[in-house]
């Protein structure tokens, strides 16, 4: 075996397709080191969120230690570890949103449901996270919620929507 030996498809640890995807994308890269970021983005669009077999896959077919991928990985909050909830409220947290008070709408839905700020809720319902300027800071705060930008937001409102997206599907 040598270091310089052109690089195959790794195997599948679960069988599960949704790896040939990432096996693509470094294949495409040519299993460059330097493709790491690029390669978790996809890992993360495919699987929806980083588990520890994914970043595993990624440090084997990279040929990179485990402990740089979970670094590199867990520096950037683009990425997420856990699987996402049935819903999604992204509170912006940027400095516009933050002077207009994005952090009492943080403060709000994560109180009414029990969810800490990045987490998903027990029942897997709903998950929240906070991010930096979206880029609409005329409509601030912002709040993305299932992918909807809500501008001008406030706790209440925020809680308002929350609970319709919850209502809507989980009603009875
Ligand atoms: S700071 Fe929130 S959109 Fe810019």
Do not use: N, W
Not at 98 to 127: N, W
Not at 141 to 150: A, K, R, S
């Amino acid at each position: 075996m040598t270091d310089t030996a052109p690089r195959t498809e790794a195997s599948h640890p679960s069988g599960d397709d949704r790896f040939e995807l990432v096996d693509k994308h470094l294949k495409r890269g040519r299993y460059a080191q330097d493709q790491l970021i690029e390669t978790l983005h996809v890992a993360q669009d495919v699987f929806g969120f980083l588990s520890e077999d994914v970043l595993m896959y990624v440090a084997r077919a990279l040929r990179l230690p485990p402990s740089m991928v979970y670094g590199v990985a867990t520096f950037y909050q683009l990425f997420t570890f856990d699987p996402p909830g049935d819903h999604s409220c992204t509170v912006c947290t940027g400095t516009a949103c933050f002077v207009k008070g994005a952090d009492e709408i943080v403060a709000g839905v994560s109180s009414a449901h029990d969810v800490p700020s990045g987490q998903t809720s027990a029942d897997g319902r709903l998950t929240l996270k906070t991010a930096r300027c979206l880029g609409s800071c005329g409509l601030a705060p912002v709040v993305v919620l299932d992918g909807e930008v809500l501008g001008h937001q406030t706790a209440e409102s925020t809680l308002e929507g929350v609970a319709l997206a919850l209502d809507t599907e989980g009603a009875g």
